[in-house]
Protein backbone atom coordinates (compact mmCIF):
# COMPACT_ATOMS: atom_id res chain seq x y z
CA UNK A 1 0.00 0.00 0.00
CA UNK A 2 1.62 2.94 -1.28
CA UNK A 3 1.36 6.38 1.29
CA UNK A 4 0.83 9.59 0.19
CA UNK A 5 1.26 12.61 2.49
CA UNK A 6 -1.12 15.16 2.15
CA UNK A 7 -0.18 19.09 3.66
CA UNK A 8 -2.18 22.19 3.64
CA UNK A 9 -2.83 24.60 6.25
CA UNK A 10 -6.39 24.81 5.87
CA UNK A 11 -7.22 21.95 8.95
CA UNK A 12 -10.30 20.38 7.11
CA UNK A 13 -8.77 20.16 3.20
CA UNK A 14 -5.79 17.25 4.18
CA UNK A 15 -9.09 15.38 5.63
CA UNK A 16 -11.37 15.60 3.14
CA UNK A 17 -8.62 14.31 0.27
CA UNK A 18 -7.44 11.85 2.69
CA UNK A 19 -10.70 10.41 2.82
CA UNK A 20 -10.99 10.20 -1.11
CA UNK A 21 -7.37 8.79 -1.00
CA UNK A 22 -8.34 6.02 1.16
CA UNK A 23 -11.14 5.05 -0.28
CA UNK A 24 -8.55 4.42 -3.73
CA UNK A 25 -6.09 2.08 -1.13
CA UNK A 26 -3.67 4.17 -0.23
CA UNK A 27 -2.32 4.93 3.17
CA UNK A 28 -2.82 8.80 3.75
CA UNK A 29 -0.79 11.05 6.21
CA UNK A 30 -1.67 14.52 6.51
CA UNK A 31 -0.08 17.42 8.21
CA UNK A 32 -0.92 21.13 8.28
CA UNK A 33 2.40 22.89 7.40
CA UNK A 34 5.36 22.79 5.53
CA UNK A 35 7.66 21.98 8.88
CA UNK A 36 5.12 19.36 10.02
CA UNK A 37 5.42 17.57 6.20
CA UNK A 38 8.94 17.46 7.04
CA UNK A 39 8.69 15.82 10.20
CA UNK A 40 6.38 13.34 9.15
CA UNK A 41 9.08 12.37 5.86
CA UNK A 42 11.58 11.75 8.27
CA UNK A 43 9.98 9.01 10.41
CA UNK A 44 7.61 7.96 7.67
CA UNK A 45 8.47 6.14 4.14
CA UNK A 46 6.21 8.52 2.03
CA UNK A 47 5.44 7.85 -1.94
CA UNK A 48 3.81 11.40 -3.10
CA UNK A 49 3.12 14.44 -1.57
CA UNK A 50 0.35 16.78 -2.36
CA UNK A 51 1.17 19.99 -0.67
CA UNK A 52 -0.86 23.55 -0.93
CA UNK A 53 1.29 26.15 -2.54
CA UNK A 54 0.31 29.07 -0.74
CA UNK A 55 0.92 28.61 3.05
CA UNK A 56 2.14 30.70 6.10
CA UNK A 57 5.80 30.00 7.30
CA UNK A 58 7.45 27.99 4.54
CA UNK A 59 5.59 27.94 1.08
CA UNK A 60 4.83 25.03 -1.31
CA UNK A 61 7.53 25.78 -3.49
CA UNK A 62 10.16 26.17 -0.22
CA UNK A 63 9.11 22.67 1.16
CA UNK A 64 9.41 21.38 -2.54
CA UNK A 65 13.40 22.36 -2.11
CA UNK A 66 13.83 20.77 1.16
CA UNK A 67 11.84 17.51 0.33
CA UNK A 68 13.95 16.86 -2.87
CA UNK A 69 17.39 17.61 -0.68
CA UNK A 70 16.36 14.83 0.96
CA UNK A 71 15.08 12.32 -2.27
CA UNK A 72 15.04 14.02 -5.11
CA UNK A 73 13.22 10.85 -6.71
CA UNK A 74 10.00 11.62 -4.35
CA UNK A 75 7.41 12.84 -6.56
CA UNK A 76 5.59 16.14 -5.25
CA UNK A 77 2.17 17.12 -6.61
CA UNK A 78 1.34 20.93 -6.12
CA UNK A 79 -1.91 22.25 -5.76
CA UNK A 80 -2.55 26.19 -6.40
CA UNK A 81 -5.34 28.45 -6.87
CA UNK A 82 -5.67 29.79 -10.65
CA UNK A 83 -4.12 33.41 -10.25
CA UNK A 84 -0.95 31.19 -8.73
CA UNK A 85 0.36 29.32 -12.19
CA UNK A 86 3.53 31.03 -12.78
CA UNK A 87 3.56 29.92 -8.95
CA UNK A 88 3.43 26.21 -10.25
CA UNK A 89 5.26 26.57 -13.68
CA UNK A 90 8.48 27.62 -11.14
CA UNK A 91 7.71 24.24 -9.24
CA UNK A 92 7.79 22.34 -12.35
CA UNK A 93 10.88 23.57 -12.65
CA UNK A 94 11.94 22.70 -9.24
CA UNK A 95 11.15 19.28 -9.67
CA UNK A 96 7.44 19.03 -9.07
CA UNK A 97 6.16 15.90 -10.69
CA UNK A 98 2.75 18.47 -11.47
CA UNK A 99 0.10 20.40 -10.57
CA UNK A 100 -3.44 20.69 -9.77
CA UNK A 101 -5.57 24.15 -10.07
CA UNK A 102 -8.34 24.32 -7.28
CA UNK A 103 -11.00 23.07 -7.17
CA UNK A 104 -10.57 19.84 -9.02
CA UNK A 105 -12.33 17.22 -9.40
CA UNK A 106 -11.90 13.54 -7.49
CA UNK A 107 -11.56 11.77 -10.52
CA UNK A 108 -8.89 14.18 -11.81
CA UNK A 109 -7.03 13.73 -8.33
CA UNK A 110 -6.80 10.18 -8.62
CA UNK A 111 -5.63 9.79 -11.59
CA UNK A 112 -2.85 12.19 -11.11
CA UNK A 113 -2.05 10.43 -7.69
CA UNK A 114 -1.76 7.26 -9.22
CA UNK A 115 0.52 8.00 -12.48
CA UNK A 116 3.02 10.14 -9.48
CA UNK A 117 3.15 6.51 -7.23
CA UNK A 118 3.64 4.19 -10.16
CA UNK A 119 6.49 6.15 -11.48
CA UNK A 120 7.82 6.60 -8.22
CA UNK A 121 7.40 2.82 -7.10
CA UNK A 122 9.72 1.84 -10.43
CA UNK A 123 12.23 3.88 -9.30
CA UNK A 124 12.11 2.16 -5.76
CA UNK A 125 12.44 -1.07 -7.21
CA UNK A 126 15.55 -0.24 -9.24
CA UNK A 127 17.06 1.17 -5.91
CA UNK A 128 16.19 -2.12 -4.66
CA UNK A 129 17.43 -3.94 -7.32
CA UNK A 130 20.67 -2.29 -7.61
CA UNK A 131 21.17 -2.62 -3.56
CA UNK A 132 20.77 -6.09 -4.62
CA UNK A 133 23.29 -6.11 -7.52
CA UNK A 134 25.92 -4.41 -5.01
CA UNK A 135 25.24 -6.31 -1.94
CA UNK A 136 25.83 -9.33 -4.08
CA UNK A 137 28.69 -8.75 -5.87
CA UNK A 138 30.97 -6.41 -3.99
CA UNK A 139 33.17 -6.75 -0.59
CA UNK A 140 33.22 -3.43 0.59
CA UNK A 141 34.49 -1.21 -2.10
CA UNK A 142 35.18 -3.81 -4.26
CA UNK A 143 33.10 -4.49 -7.12
CA UNK A 144 32.97 -7.97 -9.23
CA UNK A 145 30.93 -10.54 -10.38
CA UNK A 146 33.70 -12.78 -11.98
CA UNK A 147 34.81 -16.08 -10.84
CA UNK A 148 37.91 -15.00 -10.33
CA UNK A 149 36.41 -12.39 -8.11
CA UNK A 150 34.51 -14.40 -5.94
CA UNK A 151 37.18 -16.55 -4.93
CA UNK A 152 39.20 -13.48 -3.69
CA UNK A 153 35.76 -12.40 -2.05
CA UNK A 154 36.07 -16.10 -0.59
CA UNK A 155 39.34 -16.06 0.90
CA UNK A 156 39.19 -12.79 2.12
CA UNK A 157 36.07 -13.49 4.23
CA UNK A 158 38.01 -16.87 5.88
CA UNK A 159 41.49 -14.78 6.21
CA UNK A 160 39.99 -11.90 7.50
CA UNK A 161 39.13 -13.26 11.71
CA UNK A 162 42.86 -14.81 11.57
CA UNK A 163 46.25 -12.95 12.14
CA UNK A 164 48.63 -14.74 9.43
CA UNK A 165 50.12 -12.17 6.91
CA UNK A 166 48.87 -11.95 3.86
CA UNK A 167 50.62 -11.22 0.35
CA UNK A 168 48.86 -9.41 -2.14
CA UNK A 169 49.77 -9.87 -6.12
CA UNK A 170 48.23 -7.65 -8.79
CA UNK A 171 49.33 -5.08 -11.38
CA UNK A 172 49.03 -1.82 -10.64
CA UNK A 173 45.26 -0.16 -10.13
CA UNK A 174 43.98 -3.83 -9.77
CA UNK A 175 42.67 -2.59 -5.78
CA UNK A 176 45.32 -4.16 -3.60
CA UNK A 177 44.78 -1.96 -0.61
CA UNK A 178 40.97 -1.68 -1.20
CA UNK A 179 41.32 -5.58 -0.69
CA UNK A 180 43.82 -4.85 2.52
CA UNK A 181 40.97 -2.78 4.05
CA UNK A 182 38.61 -5.33 3.36
CA UNK A 183 40.51 -7.67 5.21
CA UNK A 184 41.21 -5.33 8.11
CA UNK A 185 37.87 -4.12 8.64
CA UNK A 186 36.30 -7.38 8.66
CA UNK A 187 38.62 -8.75 11.35
CA UNK A 188 38.57 -8.57 14.98
CA UNK A 189 40.93 -5.53 14.75
CA UNK A 190 38.36 -2.98 12.59
CA UNK A 191 38.17 -0.64 15.53
CA UNK A 192 42.07 -0.67 15.74
CA UNK A 193 44.24 1.62 12.86
CA UNK A 194 45.22 0.90 9.39
CA UNK A 195 47.91 1.77 8.53
CA UNK A 196 49.26 2.11 5.05
CA UNK A 197 52.84 2.95 3.70
CA UNK A 198 54.32 3.19 0.52
CA UNK A 199 57.49 1.67 0.17
CA UNK A 200 57.80 2.97 -3.17
CA UNK A 201 57.85 6.38 -2.32
CA UNK A 202 60.41 7.15 0.34
CA UNK A 203 64.41 6.97 0.45
CA UNK A 204 65.63 4.28 2.65
CA UNK A 205 66.85 6.65 5.15
CA UNK A 206 63.80 8.19 5.20
CA UNK A 207 61.39 4.86 5.07
CA UNK A 208 63.15 3.56 7.86
CA UNK A 209 62.55 6.46 10.00
CA UNK A 210 59.02 6.44 8.38
CA UNK A 211 58.48 3.19 9.79
CA UNK A 212 60.32 2.45 13.09
CA UNK A 213 60.21 6.41 13.84
CA UNK A 214 62.96 7.58 15.39
CA UNK A 215 64.63 9.32 18.97
CA UNK A 216 65.23 13.12 19.41
CA UNK A 217 68.61 13.76 18.05
CA UNK A 218 69.08 10.74 15.77
CA UNK A 219 70.07 12.52 13.18
CA UNK A 220 69.88 16.41 12.02
CA UNK A 221 66.28 17.40 11.92
CA UNK A 222 65.49 14.78 14.26
CA UNK A 223 64.26 17.65 17.29
CA UNK A 224 61.91 15.32 18.89
CA UNK A 225 60.99 11.35 19.57
CA UNK A 226 58.41 10.36 17.05
CA UNK A 227 56.57 7.31 16.56
CA UNK A 228 57.22 5.21 13.16
CA UNK A 229 53.71 3.28 11.43
CA UNK A 230 54.69 0.09 13.39
CA UNK A 231 54.29 1.76 16.93
CA UNK A 232 51.19 4.00 15.13
CA UNK A 233 49.32 0.79 13.96
CA UNK A 234 49.73 -1.06 17.36
CA UNK A 235 46.79 -3.56 17.59
CA UNK A 236 46.07 -3.34 14.28
CA UNK A 237 46.64 -3.18 10.68
CA UNK A 238 50.02 -2.17 8.70
CA UNK A 239 49.59 -2.31 5.08
CA UNK A 240 53.04 -2.28 3.11
CA UNK A 241 52.03 -1.26 -0.49
CA UNK A 242 55.29 -2.36 -3.22
CA UNK A 243 56.87 -4.31 -0.38
CA UNK A 244 59.27 -5.53 -3.86
CA UNK A 245 61.02 -2.14 -3.47
CA UNK A 246 62.61 -2.14 0.00
CA UNK A 247 66.11 -2.24 0.15
CA UNK A 248 68.11 -5.65 1.34
CA UNK A 249 68.64 -3.84 4.83
CA UNK A 250 65.58 -3.04 4.96
CA UNK A 251 63.71 -6.19 4.24
CA UNK A 252 66.47 -7.56 7.07
CA UNK A 253 64.67 -5.21 9.60
CA UNK A 254 61.52 -6.39 8.44
CA UNK A 255 62.06 -9.75 9.18
CA UNK A 256 63.35 -8.99 12.48
CA UNK A 257 59.78 -7.37 13.15
CA UNK A 258 57.90 -10.20 12.07
CA UNK A 259 59.80 -13.32 13.92
CA UNK A 260 60.75 -11.20 17.46
CA UNK A 261 57.98 -8.61 17.52
CA UNK A 262 60.52 -5.85 18.48
CA UNK A 263 62.08 -3.35 16.84
CA UNK A 264 64.25 -0.46 17.62
CA UNK A 265 63.33 3.61 16.79
CA UNK A 266 66.27 5.02 14.21
CA UNK A 267 69.03 5.92 17.29
CA UNK A 268 67.56 3.91 19.80
CA UNK A 269 68.52 1.09 21.63
CA UNK A 270 65.18 -0.07 23.80
CA UNK A 271 62.97 -2.74 22.34
CA UNK A 272 59.37 -1.59 21.21
CA UNK A 273 57.10 -4.08 21.14
CA UNK A 274 53.48 -4.25 18.86
CA UNK A 275 51.11 -5.79 18.16
CA UNK A 276 49.98 -6.08 14.49
CA UNK A 277 49.41 -7.94 11.66
CA UNK A 278 50.80 -7.30 8.55
CA UNK A 279 49.31 -7.40 4.92
CA UNK A 280 52.10 -6.51 2.16
CA UNK A 281 51.41 -5.73 -1.53
CA UNK A 282 53.38 -5.70 -4.92
CA UNK A 283 53.08 -5.64 -8.57
CA UNK A 284 56.79 -7.34 -8.81
CA UNK A 285 56.77 -11.55 -9.17
CA UNK A 286 58.65 -11.71 -5.89
CA UNK A 287 59.83 -15.25 -7.09
CA UNK A 288 61.64 -13.78 -9.50
CA UNK A 289 63.06 -11.06 -7.69
CA UNK A 290 63.95 -13.86 -5.41
CA UNK A 291 65.88 -15.98 -8.24
CA UNK A 292 67.60 -12.07 -9.39
CA UNK A 293 68.62 -12.06 -5.59
CA UNK A 294 66.90 -9.11 -4.89
CA UNK A 295 64.12 -10.21 -2.77
CA UNK A 296 64.87 -12.56 0.75
CA UNK A 297 63.58 -15.85 0.54
CA UNK A 298 63.38 -16.03 4.16
CA UNK A 299 61.12 -12.87 4.50
CA UNK A 300 58.94 -14.19 1.08
CA UNK A 301 57.53 -16.98 3.52
CA UNK A 302 57.22 -14.92 6.43
CA UNK A 303 54.87 -12.41 4.14
CA UNK A 304 53.55 -15.12 2.00
CA UNK A 305 51.46 -17.11 4.36
CA UNK A 306 47.70 -16.67 2.65
CA UNK A 307 48.72 -15.38 -1.42
CA UNK A 308 45.62 -13.40 -2.73
CA UNK A 309 46.46 -12.77 -6.95
CA UNK A 310 44.19 -9.99 -8.14
CA UNK A 311 43.55 -10.27 -11.79
CA UNK A 312 43.87 -7.76 -14.69
CA UNK A 313 40.51 -6.20 -15.77
CA UNK A 314 41.78 -8.25 -19.01
CA UNK A 315 40.91 -10.93 -17.20
CA UNK A 316 37.48 -10.01 -15.74
CA UNK A 317 35.79 -8.33 -18.38
CA UNK A 318 32.13 -9.37 -17.19
CA UNK A 319 33.01 -7.22 -14.56
CA UNK A 320 33.09 -4.20 -16.53
CA UNK A 321 29.60 -3.01 -16.92
CA UNK A 322 29.06 -3.38 -13.18
CA UNK A 323 32.15 -1.01 -12.34
CA UNK A 324 31.24 1.22 -14.54
CA UNK A 325 27.96 1.28 -13.30
CA UNK A 326 29.26 1.98 -9.68
CA UNK A 327 31.62 4.88 -10.55
CA UNK A 328 28.80 6.60 -12.31
CA UNK A 329 26.62 6.33 -9.02
CA UNK A 330 29.85 7.24 -6.84
CA UNK A 331 30.67 10.26 -9.07
CA UNK A 332 27.00 11.10 -9.62
CA UNK A 333 26.76 13.65 -6.79
CA UNK A 334 30.34 15.22 -7.60
CA UNK A 335 29.69 16.15 -11.25
CA UNK A 336 26.10 17.44 -10.96
CA UNK A 337 24.30 18.85 -14.22
CA UNK A 338 21.12 19.48 -15.30
CA UNK A 339 21.03 16.10 -17.13
CA UNK A 340 22.38 13.55 -14.37
CA UNK A 341 24.20 10.36 -15.98
CA UNK A 342 22.53 7.05 -15.17
CA UNK A 343 24.69 4.77 -18.01
CA UNK A 344 27.05 4.21 -20.94
CA UNK A 345 25.65 3.70 -24.26
CA UNK A 346 26.02 0.28 -26.41
CA UNK A 347 29.19 1.30 -28.33
CA UNK A 348 30.88 2.54 -25.30
CA UNK A 349 30.34 -0.73 -23.78
CA UNK A 350 31.15 -2.90 -27.09
CA UNK A 351 34.94 -0.36 -27.00
CA UNK A 352 35.12 -1.29 -23.18
CA UNK A 353 34.92 -4.99 -23.87
CA UNK A 354 37.49 -4.60 -26.87
CA UNK A 355 40.04 -2.44 -25.28
CA UNK A 356 43.50 -4.46 -23.02
CA UNK A 357 43.30 -1.84 -19.70
CA UNK A 358 46.61 -1.69 -18.95
CA UNK A 359 46.09 0.98 -16.26
CA UNK A 360 42.75 -1.70 -14.59
CA UNK A 361 40.12 -0.85 -12.21
CA UNK A 362 42.29 2.73 -12.09
CA UNK A 363 41.98 3.30 -15.36
CA UNK A 364 38.25 2.72 -16.46
CA UNK A 365 37.54 4.78 -12.62
CA UNK A 366 39.54 7.66 -14.62
CA UNK A 367 38.05 7.36 -18.23
CA UNK A 368 34.30 7.07 -16.46
CA UNK A 369 35.17 10.28 -14.28
CA UNK A 370 35.96 12.16 -17.51
CA UNK A 371 33.35 10.97 -19.68
CA UNK A 372 31.06 12.32 -16.74
CA UNK A 373 32.26 16.03 -17.12
CA UNK A 374 31.88 15.79 -21.17
CA UNK A 375 28.67 14.32 -21.15
CA UNK A 376 25.47 16.27 -21.83
CA UNK A 377 23.28 13.56 -22.18
CA UNK A 378 21.71 10.83 -20.00
CA UNK A 379 23.94 8.27 -21.14
CA UNK A 380 28.08 8.63 -21.96
CA UNK A 381 28.71 8.32 -25.88
CA UNK A 382 31.63 7.62 -27.54
CA UNK A 383 32.82 11.30 -28.36
CA UNK A 384 32.35 11.61 -24.14
CA UNK A 385 35.29 9.01 -24.21
CA UNK A 386 38.82 10.67 -24.07
CA UNK A 387 40.53 10.68 -27.29
CA UNK A 388 43.85 9.18 -26.29
CA UNK A 389 41.74 6.08 -24.81
CA UNK A 390 39.84 5.96 -27.83
CA UNK A 391 43.06 6.35 -29.85
CA UNK A 392 44.13 2.59 -27.58
CA UNK A 393 41.11 1.38 -27.89
CA UNK A 394 41.05 0.87 -31.68
CA UNK A 395 44.49 -0.34 -31.97
CA UNK A 396 43.80 -3.44 -30.04
CA UNK A 397 43.41 -5.63 -33.51
CA UNK A 398 47.23 -5.63 -34.21
CA UNK A 399 47.05 -6.24 -37.84
CA UNK A 400 51.29 -7.52 -36.82
CA UNK A 401 50.11 -10.48 -35.71
CA UNK A 402 48.30 -11.99 -38.47
CA UNK A 403 50.62 -13.44 -41.55
CA UNK A 404 50.46 -11.53 -44.54
CA UNK A 405 49.38 -14.11 -46.58
CA UNK A 406 46.42 -15.04 -44.59
CA UNK A 407 42.67 -15.80 -46.20
CA UNK A 408 40.72 -12.84 -45.55
CA UNK A 409 37.30 -14.88 -45.32
CA UNK A 410 38.90 -17.11 -43.27
CA UNK A 411 40.49 -14.30 -40.86
CA UNK A 412 37.47 -12.86 -40.57
CA UNK A 413 34.91 -15.67 -40.21
CA UNK A 414 37.61 -16.70 -36.69
CA UNK A 415 37.57 -12.94 -35.44
CA UNK A 416 33.51 -12.71 -35.97
CA UNK A 417 33.43 -16.59 -34.41
CA UNK A 418 35.87 -14.78 -31.26
CA UNK A 419 33.41 -11.90 -30.89
CA UNK A 420 30.16 -14.43 -30.79
CA UNK A 421 31.59 -16.52 -28.23
CA UNK A 422 32.83 -13.30 -26.12
CA UNK A 423 29.56 -11.61 -26.31
CA UNK A 424 27.67 -15.00 -25.04
CA UNK A 425 30.16 -15.40 -22.44
CA UNK A 426 29.91 -11.79 -21.19
CA UNK A 427 25.68 -12.32 -21.14
CA UNK A 428 25.72 -15.30 -19.26
CA UNK A 429 24.49 -17.09 -22.82
CA UNK A 430 21.41 -15.03 -22.96
CA UNK A 431 21.04 -14.41 -27.45
CA UNK A 432 19.02 -11.52 -26.92
CA UNK A 433 21.64 -9.58 -25.22
CA UNK A 434 23.98 -10.78 -26.62
CA UNK A 435 23.04 -10.17 -30.22
CA UNK A 436 22.16 -6.05 -28.29
CA UNK A 437 25.89 -6.16 -27.37
CA UNK A 438 27.35 -6.98 -30.90
CA UNK A 439 25.23 -4.52 -32.88
CA UNK A 440 22.98 -7.10 -34.79
CA UNK A 441 19.71 -8.77 -34.72
CA UNK A 442 18.79 -11.70 -32.70
CA UNK A 443 17.96 -13.64 -35.80
CA UNK A 444 21.02 -12.78 -37.06
CA UNK A 445 23.17 -13.91 -34.21
CA UNK A 446 21.19 -17.61 -34.01
CA UNK A 447 22.12 -18.14 -37.47
CA UNK A 448 25.79 -17.63 -36.76
CA UNK A 449 25.55 -19.90 -33.52
CA UNK A 450 24.43 -22.73 -36.55
CA UNK A 451 26.92 -21.68 -38.56
CA UNK A 452 30.03 -21.48 -36.13
CA UNK A 453 28.38 -24.42 -34.09
CA UNK A 454 28.44 -22.75 -30.52
CA UNK A 455 26.94 -24.69 -27.35
CA UNK A 456 24.98 -21.84 -26.14
CA UNK A 457 22.88 -23.67 -23.76
CA UNK A 458 19.27 -23.21 -23.34
CA UNK A 459 18.99 -19.23 -22.65
CA UNK A 460 17.73 -17.06 -25.21
Same mark, same amino acid.
Given at each position: ????????????????????????????????? *???? /? !??? $??? @?? %? +????? #??????? *???? /? !??? $??? @?? %? +????? #??????????????? $?????? +?????????????????????????????????????????????????????????????????????????????????????????????????????????????????????????????????????????????????????????????????????????????????????????????????????????????????????????????????????????????????????????????????????????????????????????????????????????????????????????????????????????????????????????????????????????
Amino acid at each position: METVLVVDDEKNYPLILGAVLEEEGFEVLTANS *GKEA /L !EVQ $KTS @DV %D +LVLTD #MKMPSMN *GIQL /L !EKI $KAK @DP %D +LPVIM #MTAHGSVDKAVEAME $KGAYSY +LLKPFDNDRLIIYVNKAVSMYRVVKENRHLRSAVESQYSFGNIIGKSKVMREVFGTICKVAPATATVLIEGGSGTGKELVAKSIHFNSPRREKPFIAVNCSALAESLLESELFGHEKGAFTGAVATKKGRFELADGGTLFLDEIGELSQGLQVKLLRVLQEKTFERVGGVKPVSVNIRIIAATNKNLKEEMKQQRFREDLFYRLNVVHIVLPPLEQRKEDIRLLADHFIDRYANEHRSDIPVKGIEQEVERLFYDYSWPGNVRELENVIERAMVMCTTDNIKEADLPKEFKANAYNTLYLEGIPANANLDETLGRIEKKMIERALKLTNNVQSKAAELLGIGKSGLNWKIKKFKLDTGSKN
